[in-house]
């Protein structure tokens, strides 16, 4: 169930990592670890956890909060532009939707 497309699912630490919300999969897996992260609403610990497309993240970046809706799951970590194209925004920090 690790690999991509295996399932349809990927790991949440590797998800991060090809996404771009951390610069290695040792942070990923330290954000994940951390419990600041929810996936469809339930607090996430363990970074083996599988993600689905179709699942909503909610996840601090920074000093925001990022709600974003998986498309589908990349087959690698590509550039930002292709990460981008996996998921849609829904909501920022002010609960606004985003554009």
């Known amino acids: 169930m690790s690999s991509p497309g295996a399932a349809g699912s990927i790991r949440l630490d590797k998800l ?3 996404l771009r919300f951390a610069r290695s999969r040792s942070i990923a897996q330290a954000m994940v670890e951390a419990g600041h992260i929810r996936l ?3 607090r996430i610990t ?3 956890s599988a993600v689905h497309a179709g699942q909503v993240l909610v996840l601090p970046i920074g000093e925001r909060i990022e709600v974003i809706r998986l498309l589908h799951i990349p087959l690698r970590r590509g550039p930002a532009s292709e990460a981008q194209s996996c998921y849609v925004r829904l909501a920022g920090e002010d609960g606004q939707a985003a554009s």
């Open 16 to 18: 991060l990592w090809f």
């Open 40 to 42: 469809d609403g339930r």
């Open 46 to 48: 363990r970074s083996s």
